[in-house]
C-alpha cells in the first residue's frame, strides 16, 4: 500500500506502522521508548505525529498504515505536545542527560533545553555493586527498552518494571540489583538505554578484580568521550 | 503486555496453578507484607520470573506496607471529599495516632487511605479489617471502638418494567438457548447499539463482532467489575444484589462470540462482591444454567471470579487484562485489541459489568424493545446513576437517558440535605467534567453532557454544595490522577505529577503553563486515565477561575 509522508509517497507492507513509513520517507520521527528489535511499546509519546490532517496526533510507533493515509511529522500540534513530553521528562532528572544519550541528542533535536514544569526529581541510587553493569537509577525514564530487551532479545528476564505513577523505575532482580539477580551479563540493557542508566563497566575501571568501583560519573563522563 | 510473559501464564494456568498476584494476596493476608521470600516463592508457584514478579508486588496498593494486625483505612474517595473535605482522614489519623501509611511501633495498628469504598451514599467511609463504617459519627464510633456496620440503601427502577434492578431469572438465555443461533443473537445486540457503561461508551456489539471473527483456539468474556470510579457503586450493587443478571450477561456473550470460559474481575475495595458472585455461580451450576451443556443446548459456558489488588488504572481493558493475569496492570498500546489477544492471548471480549447486564433484556425481547427503553434520547436502554451523601435520596436508580440533570438531583435524589444548594455536579467518575449549577438543565445523554465538557461516563452523580473550595477539589482530583498513573506513558506519569505540585504549593498558578500541561496530557497520554484528567481540570477552569488561585 501506498503512505505519503511529508508529502513523500512510500510504498509499505500491510501491517507496517507509520513510523516505518516515516522513517522509510526519509522523515525524522523522535522516539524514546522504541528500539526496532523489541515489540512497540507506545510509552513515551514522543513520536506522536498527525495523520490525514485529523486534529488528535497519534503515536506513529503503534499506529498501523492505511492505503493512502497521509503523515504530517511536523504538525504543529502534535509537536507541542512532544516538546512537552520530552521537557516533562528532563525535568525528571536531577541532572541533564549526557549529551551523546538518545535522550540529550532528541531533546536538542526539538530546541528544549529546560523545562516549563520543574518539580521533584528521582531520588539518587546507584547499584555499583557488580563487575560489568551499573545502574544509576536516577536517570531512568521508565520507557521499558531495558526490561524488554532482557524479555524479548536475551530471555532471561532479569529485569522488571517497578512501582507506579511518578515513582515508576527499573529494578533487576527481586529488587537487590544485577548482582543477585538472573542476569547473564550479556549488555542487551546497557546498549539499548536512552538516558545511561544503565551502562558497561569498562574492564580497565577494575570492578573485576577488587579495585574499587569508579564512581558513576566518571564513567559517564569517559564513555561520552569515546 | 509481554508475549512471552503471557505464554507463560497461559501454559501455567493449564496446570491450574494461582497467580503470582494472587501469591502475593496471601502472602500480604499471612503475614502483613511481601518478603523477598514470598516474592521467590510466587514465581515458583506461578511460573514467572521473580524480576517480574517483584514488580507486580510494587504495583498493587493492597501489597504495599507497612499493614499492623489491625489495618484502618478512611475513604479518599470524591463523594467523601465533598462530605468532610478530607477531615475525616486527618480526624481518624490523629485518633489513632498514625499518619496515612504508618504503623504502630507494636505492629498493632496500621493507617492508611483507600480509594472509594462505594458507601458514596454515607460519606465518609471508613474499613477495619473489612468491616465498613459510615457517616458523619463514624470516625468517633471507629475510634470510641463500636463501630456500626453501614447499610446500604435500595435500588430503585424509574421504568415501569426494570431492565437492570430486575432480578436475574436466566430467562433471556432460556430463550436465546431456545429459538436463537449465535449470530441472531449478535445480530440483535448489534442492532441494540449497546454503548458501553463503563465509561467509554463504545459499541458492545462491534467488541462480540470482532472477538467472533478473530482467530483463536479459545476465546474469553471478561466481566469489567473493577468499578474505581470514586463516587460510583453501581456495578457494587449489580454484583452484590444481582448477580445472576451479570452471570446471563456474560453467558450470552459467551454463546453470540464463541468463547465458553468467562472472568469477572472484581475490586478488593468491595469485599462482599466476590462471594456474592461465587455464591451465584455455584447457584447457577445447581440449576444447569453453566457448565458444560447448558440445558441440554451442547453450549459450555463456566465463569471464574478474580479481585483485583488495588489499582484505578486497572479498570482500563488492557490493564484488566494484565491484573487478570496476575501482572502490574500497566496499560498496553492498541492494537492488538483484546478481541484478537486477550487472555492468555486469546481473542477476548472485555465489557463492564452493567454492559452485560444490559444483553438478558434484549436477548429476551429484542433490539427494538431495547431502543424503547429510552424515547427522549439517541442513547438506547436504560442506565444506573448513582447520587453521594449530599443529596435526601442517595442510592442508585435505573432512568431512562435523555432526563435533565435538574430533574434527576431535585426529583429523583430529592435535592441536597439540609437546605445546601448545588454548587457543581462531577458527572461519570474523575475523568468526567464538572456541571456548575448554572447548567444543570443539560439532559443526562451521551451528547448533550458531552457539549458541556461532561460525560455519562459510569453514571455516578456527585454533587459539590457551596462549601466545597474548588482548589481544594482541584488538588484532590490531581492527587487521585498522580497516584493512579500506571506509570508507563510519560505524558501520564510526570505530567500529573506536576499538575498535582503546580497546586498543591498553594502558590498561585499560572494558567498558560497549566493549560499547556494539560493539553500534553489530553493529546499525548497512552489511556483515558491521562488523557481524562483534563476535563474536570478544564471545567474547573472554565466555571471557577476567580476560586483557583491563577495567576497570569
Known amino acids: ?226 | 503486555m509481554s508475549r512471552n510473559l503471557v505464554e507463560l501464564i497461559r501454559r501455567h494456568d493449564q496446570a491450574q496453578a494461582p497467580t503470582a498476584l494472587d501469591l502475593l494476596k496471601s502472602a500480604v493476608a499471612d503475614h502483613g507484607s511481601v518478603t523477598a521470600e514470598d516474592v521467590q516463592d510466587a514465581a515458583a508457584a506461578s511460573g514467572l520470573p521473580e524480576a517480574t514478579v517483584y514488580g507486580v508486588a510494587t504495583f498493587y496498593d493492597d501489597l504495599q506496607g507497612p499493614r499492623g494486625a489491625r489495618h484502618v483505612r478512611a475513604c479518599s474517595g470524591t463523594a467523601c471529599f465533598a462530605a468532610t473535605a478530607g477531615r475525616h482522614i486527618s480526624e481518624l489519623g490523629a485518633g489513632l495516632g498514625l499518619g496515612v501509611d504508618e504503623v504502630k511501633a507494636d505492629g498493632s495498628v496500621s493507617f492508611g487511605e483507600v480509594v472509594c469504598l462505594g458507601f458514596c451514599h454515607s460519606s465518609p467511609a471508613l474499613i477495619d479489617g473489612s468491616t465498613v463504617s459510615a457517616g458523619a459519627d463514624a470516625v468517633t464510633a471507629l475510634l470510641a471502638g463500636s463501630p456500626a456496620e453501614a447499610a446500604e440503601p435500595d435500588w430503585v427502577s424509574l421504568l415501569e418494567e426494570p431492565v437492570l434492578t430486575r432480578p436475574g431469572d436466566w430467562s433471556g438465555l432460556e430463550r436465546t438457548l431456545r429459538e436463537l443461533e449465535p449470530e441472531q443473537l449478535l445480530a440483535e445486540v448489534v442492532a441494540a447499539e449497546v454503548r458501553g457503561r463503563g465509561g467509554a461508551g463504545f459499541p458492545a456489539g462491534v467488541k462480540w463482532r470482532f472477538t467472533r471473527a478473530a482467530a483463536g483456539a479459545e476465546k474469553f468474556i471478561v466481566a469489567n467489575g473493577d468499578e474505581g470510579d470514586p463516587g460510583s457503586y453501581i456495578d457494587k450493587y449489580l454484583m452484590e444484589r444481582n448477580p445472576n443478571l451479570v452471570l446471563e450477561g456474560m453467558a450470552l456473550a459467551g454463546y453470540a462470540a464463541g468463547a465458553a470460559h468467562g472472568y469477572i474481575l472484581v475490586r478488593s475495595e468491595y469485599p462482599l462482591s466476590k462471594p456474592s458472585l461465587d455464591a451465584a455461580i455455584r447457584q447457577a451450576h445447581a440449576d444447569g444454567w453453566l457448565g458444560s451443556d447448558i440445558r441440554g443446548s451442547g453450549f459450555a459456558f463456566d465463569i471464574t471470579v478474580v479481585e483485583g489488588a488495588g489499582s484505578y488504572v486497572v479498570g482500563e481493558e488492557t490493564a484488566l487484562l494484565a491484573c487478570l493475569q496476575g501482572l502490574r496492570g500497566t496499560v498496553s498500546a492498541r492494537p492488538p485489541f483484546p478481541a484478537e489477544r486477550g487472555v492468555h492471548g486469546m481473542p477476548t471480549v472485555v465489557n463492564n459489568v452493567e454492559t452485560l447486564a444490559n444483553i438478558p433484556h434484549i436477548a429476551r425481547h429484542g433490539a427494538q424493545a431495547y431502543h424503547d427503553l429510552s424515547p427522549d434520547s439517541k442513547t438506547a436502554g436504560s442506565k444506573l446513576v448513582c447520587f453521594n451523601e449530599r443529596f435526601n435520596r442517595p442510592t442508585v436508580y435505573e432512568v431512562p437517558f435523555g432526563m435533565s440533570m435538574r430533574r434527576l438531583c431535585d426529583e429523583v435524589a430529592g435535592g441536597l440535605r439540609d437546605g445546601r444548594t448545588v454548587k457543581a455536579l462531577q458527572i461519570g467518575g474523575p475523568l468526567g467534567g464538572i456541571l456548575p449549577a448554572r447548567l444543570l438543565d443539560t439532559a443526562f445523554d451521551f451528547d448533550q453532557l458531552a457539549a458541556e465538557g461532561c460525560m455519562v461516563g459510569h453514571g455516578s452523580i456527585v454533587a459539590f454544595d457551596e462549601t466545597t473550595d474548588m482548589r481544594a477539589l482541584t488538588v484532590h482530583l490531581l492527587q487521585f490522577g498522580a497516584h493512579e498513573s500506571c506509570g508507563k506513558c510519560f505524558p501520564c506519569r510526570i505530567g500529573l505529577r506536576r499538575a498535582h505540585e503546580m497546586f498543591s504549593s498553594g502558590a498561585p498558578v499560572d494558567q498558560q503553563r497549566f493549560e499547556e500541561l494539560l493539553e500534553a496530557l489530553e493529546l499525548g497520554s497512552l489511556c483515558a486515565h491521562g488523557s481524562g484528567m483534563p476535563a474536570p481540570l478544564r471545567s474547573l477552569l472554565a466555571h471557577f477561575p476567580d476560586e483557583l488561585g491563577l495567576a497570569g
Not at chain 1, 502534535?78 to 542527560?97: D, F, N
Not at chain 1, 541528542?105 to 551499573?134: F, I, M
Open chain 1, 1 to 226: 500500500m501506498q503512505v505519503t509522508v511529508d508529502g513523500v509517497a512510500v510504498e509499505v507492507s500491510d501491517g507496517a506502522t507509520v513510523l516505518e513509513a516515516a522513517r522509510q520517507a526519509g522523515s525524522w520521527v523522535p522516539t524514546l521508548c522504541f528500539d526496532d528489535r523489541q515489540a512497540p511499546f507506545g510509552a513515551c509519546r514522543a513520536c506522536m505525529v498527525a495523520v490525514d490532517g485529523a486534529a488528535k496526533p497519534v503515536p506513529a510507533c503503534t499506529t498501523v498504515c492505511r492505503d493512502g493515509m497521509t503523515v504530517d511529522t511536523n504538525d504543529p500540534t502534535a509537536r507541542r505536545v512532544v516538546s512537552a513530553v520530552v521537557e516533562l521528562v528532563m525535568s525528571e532528572l536531577p541532572s541533564p542527560p549526557a549529551p551523546h544519550t538518545e535522550l540529550a541528542q532528541v531533546a536538542t533535536r526539538l530546541g528544549v533545553s529546560g523545562s516549563r514544569w520543574p518539580g521533584v526529581t528521582h531520588q539518587v541510587e546507584h547499584d555499583l555493586r557488580h563487575p560489568y553493569l551499573a545502574f544509576e537509577h536516577e536517570l531512568c525514564i521508565s520507557c521499558g527498552r531495558c526490561v524488554r530487551a532482557c524479555d524479548e532479545v536475551q530471555g532471561t528476564f532479569a529485569l522488571t518494571a517497578v512501582g507506579r505513577g511518578f515513582g515508576a523505575n527499573v529494578a533487576a532482580g527481586i529488587g537487590s540489583g544485577f548482582l543477585d539477580s538472573a542476569c547473564v551479563s550479556c549488555g542487551a540493557c546497557a546498549d539499548t538505554c536512552p538516558t545511561d542508566a544503565i551502562t558497561e563497566r569498562l574492564l580497565l575501571d577494575g570492578g573485576i578484580n577488587g579495585g574499587p568501583p569508579p564512581d558513576a560519573p566518571r564513567l559517564r563522563k569517559r564513555l561520552s568521550t569515546t
